[in-house]
């Protein structure tokens, strides 16, 4: 997609107002407007600097489009919908598109994990093995002057190693690792490692295989990303004996009514599951490929693997609500996911400074928590956060009860619109008002 051709489609696309989760989305192009607080708290002039900002991204045609979503106390106190949800063919963004939200699958297969160990039928200590017996025996990579090392594990990794990332685990892209971890369809050969879309097999028969390569880290030396959390889905299936896609849906996104969130878009909404774009040598951005490092394979394709690390779509509303079930401490209107003491564990740092040496940032189960003011943007201790491989991200503060979700589908993305300036903006037009 040449510049000049983003910068005549690119105009002020919509946006929508409302004052709580159930209120009706404005569809369609149309003017935009600031979207108007839910109360006092924020100021509308400073509201209206996000419109602006996102408008540069796509006018200059560094963007396609993006949806910013602001929850305070539950209700929504800012929402905008800015560009096209496919430039080619002028179909706008609206607030309920659907984005590939990669990574930030983690956070609801964590909670499907945890709702087992609320039950009983799994320990946060068990060996991993107790689900996967192909885990009894895992190796480890390292360098050496004469090449790769590979040594047994000093330990079993447990189901606490994988939900903190200390299992040693990353995606096989290391120099190291790479090449075997390709030759079994993994690493490099699975778009950026963390793709699976694409496989015509169930996710634990890939995990499987999996627990036969090397890895790069010893259980608990380190913070390592990588494919933790899908093994945690295959320990979901096995402990619970039904598909990762039905334990979340019967557990997490049909209570919550979160009705557009799936692994697989289905046929009658694909026309919402907005475009992916990359950015070029000049950072102007151009339709993805089709395929594992591009559009990905989440409307036609096997839908045979449901990837508990990176493989859901979802909408800012939809993933709104489940963030603020969390800060509720694990319930939303009435219905109750976890308990309190399950979501303070789950938000509190597991890590030490494995995660940040400096102890400015923590890792929980499945989030980055502040600990330092200043060490993450303007968000308050205890905040947790996260983000995904298309762009998308997600903050929640529990001091002043901010939800802030903000969805982009762009990959690469070599501009430097990134989740923290967002919400510095939100911060910004924040003037108390508890």
Request: glycine share 10%; net charge positive.
């Amino acid at each position: 997609m040449h510049r000049s051709r983003l910068l005549a489609l690119s105009l002020l696309v919509i946006t929508s107002t409302a004052t709580s989760m159930g209120s009706a989305q404005t569809r369609g192009r149309r003017k935009t407007t600031a979207a108007r607080p839910s109360s006092g708290a924020f100021s509308n002039d400073r509201l209206a600097r996000i419109d602006r900002f996102l408008q540069q991204y796509i006018d200059s045609g560094r963007i396609g489009g993006a949806v910013a979503l602001v929850l305070r106390d539950g209700n929504v106190a800012y929402q905008h919908a800015a560009g096209w949800s496919d430039v080619e063919s002028h179909r706008p963004v609206t607030v309920n598109s659907l984005f590939r939200i990669a990574s930030q699958t983690k956070a609801l297969t964590t909670v499907a994990i945890l709702s087992l160990v609320e039950e009983g039928k799994i320990g946060l200590d068990d060996p991993v093995s107790r689900y996967i017996p192909q885990f009894a025996h895992t190796t480890v990579a390292s360098r050496s002057d004469t090449g790769r090392v590979t040594q047994p594990a000093a330990r079993p990794i447990t189901i606490r190693d994988l939900l903190t990332h200390s299992a040693g685990i990353s995606y096989g892209t290391e120099r190291d690792v790479a090449s075997l971890y390709e030759a079994k369809g993994l690493g490099p050969a699975a778009g950026m490692g963390w793709y699976t879309a694409d496989k015509n097999e169930p996710i634990c028969t890939t995990i499987e295989r999996l627990a036969t390569l090397p890895f790069v880290a010893q259980p608990g030396e380190k913070w390592v990303y990588g494919y933790s959390t899908d093994i945690l889905g295959c320990v979901a299936e096995r402990a619970s004996g039904m598909p990762l896609d039905e334990l979340i849906r019967t557990r997490i996104t049909r209570p919550l009514k979160m009705n557009d969130t799936y692994f697989y878009v289905p046929p009658a909404a694909a026309q919402r599951l907005v475009t992916v774009y990359a950015s070029d040598s000049t950072n102007h951005a151009y339709r993805a490929p089709d395929g594992p490092r591009g559009q990905g394979n989440y409307v036609e394709g096997p839908r045979k693997s449901f990837a508990g690390g990176a493989g859901l779509i979802s909408t800012a509303p939809d993933y709104a609500r489940f963030l603020q079930m969390l800060l509720n401490g694990g319930e939303l209107d009435g219905v109750r996911i976890l308990a309190p003491h399950t979501v303070a564990l789950m938000t509190h740092n597991q890590v030490g400074t494995r995660y940040d040496s400096t102890g400015a940032r923590g890792f929980g189960f499945g989030f980055g928590i502040t600990e330092r003011y200043g060490a993450l943007g303007m968000t308050s201790v205890g905040t947790f956060s996260w983000g995904g491989a298309y762009g998308s991200s997600y903050d929640v503060d529990p001091v002043e009860h901010l939800v802030i979700v903000f969805m982009v589908n762009q990959l690469p993305n070599g501009t430097d619109l990134r989740s923290d300036k967002v919400t510095n903006l939100v911060y910004q037009a924040l003037m108390g008002g508890r």
